[in-house]
Each structure stands twice: as structure tokens, then as C-alpha cells.
């Protein structure tokens, strides 16, 4: 089959489920907030060179590192009207790229120092989003969001946050997360906040297995009972590969793949953070020819540069990735989406399979 080009990318649909709103501003609006609020830390006001320091500052091998630039966006984002604003553009910059369904992921306790409480927070963003929702269903490029309430797993919060995300479970909120710096925090420091999501039948999802490695998945998933992994790239870690390229797994990576537990990989946000090489040598092309349930994601599109398209079209460009391979990751994330079944199932039959057929796939 030939490579897709980029227009079939770019039409191809799309779901992403691992995607962080306070990493997908676009530039002009981080400037234009800054300057509406007095804000006055960002490195510099050109949209455009801020777009590259975005990126560059990112790009530097330590998660730790990288997580240091979210500082300049949640600082724009502690009032309703500017998350209602950036929820918005966010819903309608995934909708033209293509993204017919989308589960963005935000900390509500980084929203709070305006002197928003935490349901403010969660109110003027799922307000942004309907708004967003309804812009692009008009505009004929109709797309369904849904939140993920992130806790950062260095503070104590997870428990209210998780309560938080059980509350608007009916009103936008598909799930829970946990996300900020992995070494030294480890998920099992949150069980309360699991254990009583699953109590209450709650869906979460749980950054592991980026910046550190298959002890995190473990405990992700044997510990805290996870839905999904966040990247979990390093399950690679118990994946063997011999040079006749037959692969031998350990018994996590059995368990992840028997379990068909859905991988949220990332690509250009891992190869920023260390966590992979290059595109080309990124572990998600071996799970996938592992039939692992791996799905591809932006993460942060403004720290990275990108959109669910150019994710796309890279591992077509750099690993060889066919129109089948991207159709099946969407069917995969689909699947795996925190949304009711029925919904997801309109969603595949409906949506991505027509979508696919009319492309040639
Ligand atoms: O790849 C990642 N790994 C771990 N944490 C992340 C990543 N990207 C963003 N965040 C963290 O999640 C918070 C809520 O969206 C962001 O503020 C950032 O600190
Ligand atoms: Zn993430």
C-alpha cells in the first residue's frame, strides 16, 4: 500500500485521548492573555518566537526540564473567561485538524490561584468546550470532547481531584489522571483516590512508564488498577527481541497485552523528554506489530510543535506507517475512549470507518 500523503492525513479522523489543555495554547493567545492580565514572565511577546522557545525549552531530555514551561501557560489560564477561551480554541484546533473525538487533560488544582475554586476551574472549561463543540459542528467539522481531571502526583490533592471528576462525570468528564513529575512519586503515594474511583465505577488513566520505568506500570496497573497507561513506552523494557525478530515478553508485557490495556504513546513529546530516540526507533511501530492496544497522541502540542496530524504523518514519513496502521490506532483509541459504549461504538461505525473507506483504506 502507498504511503498516505499529507491531505489524506490531514482528513484521515482522528481520536486523541492523551492531550493536556495547558499544553496546547496556541501562541498568539498565550501572548495576547499575558498582556490582557499583566502577566509579564514570558521570554518574549512575538507569537511566532514564542512558539520556537516553547519547543526548544522543551526539547531538553529531562521530563523534569520540560514540565518547567507549563509554568508560563497555567499562568494565563486562572480565570474563567481565559479557560473558557483556551478550552474553546482548543476544541476547535483539533476539530480542523481532523479530530473527531478528543480527551483533554488539565490540573484543576494549578487553575486556583485567582482565587477560582476548584469547580469554577472545571465549569469554565467544560464551558470552553461545548462553545468549541458547537463552532465546529457548524463549521462541518463536528468533533466530541471530553475532560480528564489530572492530580500532579507531587502534591496531596488526588483525592478531591478524583471526587471532583466522580461529581461531572455526567456533565463532560470522562476521567481521572495523574500526571507531573514521575521518579520520586510514585502512583501507589494516590491508592485512596483509586480505590475510590473504582468504587465508584470511575474511569482513570495514569502517566507511567515515561521517565521511569516498568516498576511504575506495575504498580499503575497491579496496585492502582489503571484503565490506560500514559505513554507507557518502557514497557519495551520487558519485551525481548531476538535478531530473527521474534519477540519474547515478560510477564508484564503479557499482562498489558492479554489485558488489552490501552498505551497512550506520544512520540514527539517522548523524543523532548528522553523517554525515545528518534521516530524512526520509537517503541510504539514494535507494539504495534505486537498488536499491543497502542494509540497515538499529541500530549502537548505546543511544547512540541505539533497536532494529531503531524504525529501521524511522521511515522508514516519516518517509520513507515500506512493509512491501515492509522486507521487502526483510531479504531484502538476508540475502544479504549472513557466514554459509554454505545457512544464509542457510533463513534467507529459511523464516523472513523466511513471516514477511512472514503480515503481508500
Ligand atoms: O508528558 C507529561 N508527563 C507528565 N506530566 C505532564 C506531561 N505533560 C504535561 N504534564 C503535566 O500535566 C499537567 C496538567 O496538564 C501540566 O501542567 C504538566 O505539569
Ligand atoms: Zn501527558
Request: aromatic share 6%; charged share 25%.
Amino acid at each position: 500500500m502507498a504511503a498516505p500523503t499529507a491531505e489524506v492525513v490531514r482528513r484521515a479522523p482522528k481520536a486523541l485521548l492523551h492531550d493536556h489543555l495547558d499544553g496546547g495554547l496556541r501562541p498568539a493567545t498565550v501572548v495576547e492573555l499575558a498582556e490582557a492580565s499583566g502577566y509579564d514572565g514570558l521570554p518574549t511577546t512575538d507569537p511566532a518566537a514564542l512558539g520556537t522557545w516553547f519547543r526548544d525549552a522543551a526539547d531538553s531530555g529531562s521530563l523534569v526540564r520540560y514540565l518547567e514551561t507549563f509554568s508560563h501557560t497555567v499562568a494565563v489560564m486562572q480565570t474563567e473567561e481565559q479557560l473558557t477561551r483556551v478550552a474553546r480554541e482548543c476544541a476547535l484546533d483539533l476539530a480542523a485538524d481532523g479530530v473527531v473525538y478528543a480527551e483533554s487533560r488539565f490540573a484543576p488544582e494549578l487553575h486556583i490561584d485567582g482565587g477560582l475554586s476548584l469547580e469554577q476551574v472545571v465549569e469554565a472549561v467544560l464551558a470552553g468546550f461545548r462553545e468549541g463543540e458547537a463552532e465546529a459542528a457548524a463549521a462541518g467539522t463536528p468533533i466530541r470532547m471530553r475532560a480528564l481531571l489530572t492530580a500532579m502526583r507531587h502534591a496531596a490533592r488526588s483525592r478531591e481531584i478524583a471526587e471532583l471528576a466522580v461529581t461531572y462525570r455526567d456533565s463532560g468528564v470522562g476521567g481521572f489522571d495523574i500526571a507531573g513529575a514521575e521518579a520520586g512519586f510514585p502512583p501507589t503515594r494516590h491508592l485512596d483516590a483509586f480505590e475510590y474511583l473504582r468504587r465508584e465505577n470511575a474511569h482513570f488513566t495514569i502517566h507511567a512508564g515515561e521517565a521511569f520505568g516498568l516498576p511504575s506500570i506495575w504498580e499503575a496497573i497491579q496496585w492502582c488498577g489503571a484503565d490506560r497507561l500514559g505513554h507507557g513506552v518502557r514497557i519495551v523494557d520487558d519485551v525481548q527481541v531476538g535478531d530473527d525478530g521474534v519477540a519474547v515478553l515478560g510477564r508484564l508485557a503479557d499482562y498489558v497485552r492479554d489485558r488489552r490495556i490501552p498505551l497512550e504513546m506520544c512520540p514527539s513529546s517522548n523524543i523532548q523528554t528522553g523517554a525515545a530516540e528518534s521516530v524512526a526507533a520509537h517503541p510504539i511501530s514494535l507494539l504495534k506489530r505486537l498488536r499491543f492496544r497502542v494509540t497515538v497522541n499529541t500530549d502537548n502540542r505546543l511544547m512540541s510543535g505539533t497536532s494529531m496530524s503531524r504525529e501521524m504523518q511522521l511515522l508514516v514519513d519516518e517509520a513507515g506507517w500506512t493509512l491501515e496502521d492509522l486507521r487502526w490506532v483510531t479504531i484502538n483509541a476508540m475502544k479504549s475512549a472513557f466514554l459509554p459504549f454505545d457512544e464509542r461504538l457510533e463513534l467507529i461505525e459511523h464516523v472513523v470507518k466511513p471516514g477511512y473507506a472514503a480515503l481508500g483504506a
